[in-house]
């Protein structure tokens, strides 16, 4: 078998077929977030003209600020779901770093908040690496590794509250105002989101580490064999997504101010949603950070539109189901037509 | 590894024989339905014995207490209170609670408390009748059962020590804001859960009042429901803001209600246009008090409910009193207290805390 | 063809006294921790309290032999309470509610059923979508309310004993259901097939066997017990909501894996899943009744013990593997690639 060319869709091509079929999942790529970003733009119309006030400044406000926190969570989903692997326990990593952060906090009021980021990030950097060992090394599925770390996750949270809460009350307002505050008009909260998905996009895209992650998701052994370090790439993914998930959690704090072991709680299914509707397919291989933060900013924008609209809170959540499986019954259809279009050309090259 | 295929048929018809048997029943629905009352249980209302006003108060009594949920800032006051009766008057009290509010999150604590055998179990429920069968079964046991701060169905518990009578608490609520609002507007209430029997009995109140001339400008828009959960209740404060843009005022008559609305309500620029009061702690209000998102709210002292619970706990077992109207016993520091209707026992009136004298208090 | 199922025998034999060892641990522990641990009580409420979960249990462990998964099964369940609630409010008859209300979840389990086997999507991602679908039209069924005024005849009998014994009457029924779906798993042909398909799908749709339809089936089946269970905790809790049953897909997951059912499909048996559940409520009474152990150390056990459940025998292999790669003096760490292409390929054990 000749050289093969790393592709980001994987699978063993000649070279030249490789950087055309890069191109065109390039395209397809885009025309995926493309189509989430219209399909967000369409809902905010269709709402705004039967609801003027939905595009009134506090209401995209509060629309920016409910996302920023899932967005930070889907960006690292992503790196996981890339890998085709899944992390479950993304909700008990953000409840242990909250409390640790309001805690922290309430305890000593004059840490400088830099570093309560860094050890929430640290935390769940920890978690993460928890995570990701027990997947590589440990060879036990990501389903299960975050099935039962969501639960010892949470149960340690339980453990250390025991009962008690942060209260808004004893946190330095600093803090507060980075969860509730704006800049330049535009809340905190989503520019700090704003700037951890591009850090976390532009690694995917433009580094060789993070787009190795891609071929590990299309095809375990191709990669191995082609000399990526799987084992050592999907640790990593854990860990930032673990990181990231801490990160959240800090955010978390800051936003609601009142903290308890609940925090969180159902989260790890909106994130992996917000991620799928985004484009990030499950069995791995394809999708992009920016798409799940747009999937992230879609299903909030969901709830607010239906709250705005008067609709009944309770369809939402049938909603998001619907169109998660319309989105994945979407995703497979182009799955199938890529897989098409590179098996006639591979053909196309061999005869 | 197969069975045989007549090992096969003899296991699914024994099986399917059995379900059948299972099933049977003569058809019922829920017109043919007269009462829910259970016919084994022991009636928890009937005294087999007279009370005896001058018994003494047993030595060593175990109190089991179930609030509705754990991590819930006024239940721990309100069960610290409960803790500090029944260790005044020599008993033991442990405290075993849910991690959410749910209606049957406290059946399969009751089931383990049952196993436990202690001489009473004190219970703020979560749902009037779900917790009923398992009360049933407790009482049945000898057990006693007394609801606190939020009662059950009648016929699965003894007594009920209610903080402020209903009708206090709902009319009060309403007078309030109508105060804070010049008697005008649109209004709406942001709840607990859904099932909460006190919140449900205080909220009727409140929409009976509103039918009173003098609140004739107040229009009740929507009940919204935060589940006693401080997230949830910010977000449904966000969206009653959102989606009711005339809307002059809240009433949020539960402490993690308020709480967190008033949190969202002083960032955002509807702070001071819309009025917001309810059932708040002082602690937790304070801060909102003094820069203007609150301009009064009220409550009881939550330790106290616990107390005179405790001491009515203590007097129910030793046999001072068996739940009839009328009945008197002594309630430590709180005084002498009368049984009233359907073994329900009043703490007193509502506090009302505002700027002038919030300082004074300390919980 | 013997001495495979032998080897296959033994090492579910292997599992099965594993789980049964854990739990005899659990019993000396939870006896030590509490007095009233070891008693006929205990056994009543802690199988009471599983009582759904362990229903599910069942028709998920087919369907994970399959190499499938159905998360949306509590939302199933909260979806036939609400229906039944509503139902009971419009005055129907109540044993026709049950009815109803079981063929709307095997309805539910068609649509996640025709999601998974005619448009080919991932019954991960796929269930996830419907996890939420089911749950938002239980709410929308019955919106915050619950009805909780069915009849006592019912709600006894769901809450009560077989006659005078201690054995809940949601146990029973799970009794006969578990006898049922064991011979199905393990007695009969379309058994078979499941686990064929489980070990190998392509092998298995060529040698004739119809994929398609079979895991077409279980998702009704999965479906229609769901349902059931949504019946039962109606009754058991004399409430019908929306919210119930909140998290209950993960409990009847991890049953499942604890259970020895290989997460990939082709391996388990449904003994192993009634042992793990015996295991799970076993430590659920144990801390519940102890006063000294808080019981939020229920869901770290909990977490550890299904993890570990396939942690263990992998690191069991891969220290075998790493002693027989030694014998033959390649020094190589066990996990790293087993396919050793920079080196010309040699005998292997």
């Known amino acids: ?351 | 590894m197969t069975l045989s295929r007549a090992t096969r048929l003899t296991a699914t018809t024994a099986a399917a024989l059995a379900l059948s048997v299972f099933a049977a029943a003569c058809g019922e629905s829920k017109d043919d339905n007269s009462s829910s009352g259970s016919s084994a249980a022991a009636s928890t209302n009937s005294s087999s014995s007279a009370a005896n006003p001058n018994a003494e108060i047993k030595k060593g009594i175990k109190v089991v207490q179930i609030p509705k949920q754990l991590g819930n800032p006024y239940e721990d006051i309100e069960d610290n209170g409960t803790k500090e009766a029944i260790t005044s008057v020599g008993g033991t009290f442990t405290r075993k609670g849910p991690t959410d509010a749910g209606a049957s999150t406290q059946v399969p604590i009751i089931q383990s408390t049952i196993q436990q055998k202690p001489d009473a179990i004190i219970i703020a429920g979560n749902d009037p009748d779900a917790v009923a069968p398992a009360l049933k079964q407790a009482a049945q046991r000898g057990i006693k059962v007394v609801t606190q701060d939020s009662d059950v169905a009648k016929d699965a518990r003894t007594l009920f020590i209610n903080q402020a009578s209903v009708q206090t608490i709902g009319a009060d609520e309403v007078a309030m804001l109508s105060e804070q609002i010049g008697g005008k507007g649109d209004i709406a209430i942001l709840s607990a859960t859904a099932n909460a029997p006190n919140q449900n009995s205080w909220i009727e109140v409140m929409k009976t009042e509103l039918k009173k001339p003098e609140y004739s400008g107040m229009k009740l828009v929507k009940v919204a429901y935060g589940d006693d959960d401080d997230q949830k209740s910010f977000q449904e404060t966000q969206g009653l803001l959102s989606a009711y843009p005339n809307l002059k005022g809240i009433i949020s008559p539960t402490t993690v209600g308020i709480s967190a609305a008033a949190r969202y309500l002083s960032k955002s620029p509807k702070k001071g246009k819309v009025a917001l009061t309810g059932l708040g702690t002082p602690n937790q209000m304070r801060k909102f008090v003094k820069d203007g998102t609150v301009t009064e709210f009220g409550l009881w002292n939550p330790a106290d409910v616990g107390y005179l619970g405790g001491y009515a706990t203590a007097a129910l077992v030793s046999g001072q009193i068996t739940g009839k109207e009328g009945e008197k016993f002594k309630a430590g520091k709180l005084g002498e207290r009368t049984i009233g209707k359907d073994g329900e026992i009043i703490l007193g009136p509502l506090t009302r805390f505002n700027k002038d004298n919030i300082d004074d208090f300390d919980f | 063809m013997p001495a495979e199922s032998r080897t296959l025998a033994q090492r579910l034999m292997r599992w099965e006294t594993l789980i049964l060892g854990l739990i005899v641990v659990a019993w000396i522990v939870g006896a030590g921790l509490s007095g009233d641990f070891l008693s006929a009580d205990s056994f009543t409420t802690a199988s009471l309290d599983l009582s759904e979960v362990a229903l599910m249990a069942l028709p998920m462990a087919l369907l994970v032999v399959a190499a499938e998964i159905d998360l949306s099964v509590a939302s199933i369940l909260a979806l036939s309470s609400a229906c039944m609630g509503e139902l009971w409010n419009s005055g129907q008859t109540i044993e026709i509610i049950f009815l109803e209300c079981i063929l709307i979840g095997a309805a539910c389990g068609a649509v996640n059923g025709f999601l998974v086997t005619r448009l080919g999507l991932p019954s991960l991602a796929v269930t996830i979508g419907t996890l939420s679908l089911f749950r938002g039209l239980a709410f929308v069924v019955i919106g915050d309310q619950s009805v909780t005024d069915f009849p006592s005849t019912w709600t006894d009998r769901a809450f009560g004993n077989f006659g005078s014994t201690a054995i809940p009457n949601t146990m029973v029924l799970f009794g006969v259901l578990a006898v049922i779906f064991a011979v199905l798993l393990h007695g009969t042909g379309f058994g078979r097939k499941i686990f064929a398909i489980g070990a190998n799908e392509e092998a298995a749709r060529f040698s004739g066997v119809r994929v398609k339809r079979i895991k077409f089936w279980l998702f009704v089946l999965s479906g229609a017990v769901a349902g059931l269970a949504g019946v039962v905790i109606s009754l058991r809790n004399s409430t019908a909501a929306a919210n119930v049953g909140t998290g209950f897909e993960l409990t009847v997951v991890t049953a499942v894996v604890l259970g020895g059912v290989s997460i990939f499909g082709g391996k388990g048996s449904l003994g192993g899943v009634i042992l793990a559940l015996v295991l799970l409520g076993s430590i659920n009474k144990a801390l519940t009744l102890s006063d000294s152990i808080s019981s939020y150390w229920i869901q770290i056990v909990t977490g550890t013990l299904l993890i570990g459940s396939v942690l263990v025998p992998n690191l069991a292999v891969r220290a075998r593997e790493a002693r027989a790669h030694n014998f033959h003096g390649r020094r190589q760490w066990p996990w790293r690639t087993r396919v050793d292409t920079s080196r010309p390929q040699e005998e292997s054990a």
């Open chain 1, 1 to 351: 078998m000749s050289a093969q060319t790393e592709t980001a869709s994987g699978g063993a091509v000649a070279p030249e077929a490789g950087a055309e079929a890069r191109r065109r999942t390039d395209v397809i790529f885009r025309v995926r977030e493309l189509g989430i970003v219209g399909a967000l733009g369409l809902l905010i119309l269709v709402t705004a003209l039967i609801e003027p006030r939905f595009v009134e400044a506090d209401s995209l406000r509060n629309l920016a600020l409910n996302a920023a926190i899932f967005a930070i969570l889907a960006a690292g989903q992503t790196l996981v779901l890339v890998t085709r692997n899944v992390d479950l326990s993304v909700s008990s990593v953000l409840a242990l770093s909250a409390f640790m952060a309001g805690t922290l906090l309430s305890d000593h009021p004059s840490l400088p908040i830099p570093i309560v980021f860094l050890l929430g990030m640290g935390l769940g950097a920890a978690a993460g690496a928890l995570n990701g060992f027990l997947v590589t090394f440990g060879r036990v599925p990501a389903l299960v590794v975050t099935l039962g770390t969501l639960y010892a996750f949470r149960g340690l949270a339980f453990l250390w509250t025991d009962g008690r809460q942060v209260n808004a009350e004893t946190l330095p307002d600093s803090f507060l105002n980075i969860g509730t505050g704006t800049i330049l008009g535009i809340p905190t909260l989503a520019l700090i989101a704003l700037v951890v998905v591009l850090i976390v996009g532009q690694y995917l895209r433009d580094f060789r580490s993070g787009r190795e992650l891609y071929a590990i998701g299309s095809s375990p052994e191709a990669a191995r064999l082609a000399g990526v370090r799987t084992d050592r790439r999907v640790l990593s993914a854990f860990v930032i997504a673990g990181a990231l998930a801490g990160l959240g959690g800090v955010l978390f704090t800051a936003r609601f101010g009142t903290v308890d072991a609940t925090a969180g709680n159902g989260y790890e299914f909106t994130v992996i949603a917000a991620a799928v509707v985004g484009g990030v397919t499950i069995n791995g291989g394809s999708g992009s950070v920016y798409g799940a933060a747009i999937g992230a900013v879609l299903l909030g924008t969901i709830t607010s539109s239906l709250i705005v609209l008067k609709v009944d809170s309770f369809w939402q959540q049938a909603a998001v189901g619907a169109l998660l499986i319309t989105a994945i019954a979407f995703d497979r259809w182009i799955g199938l037509r890529l897989d098409a279009a590179l098996r006639q050309r591979s053909a196309r090259r061999a005869g």
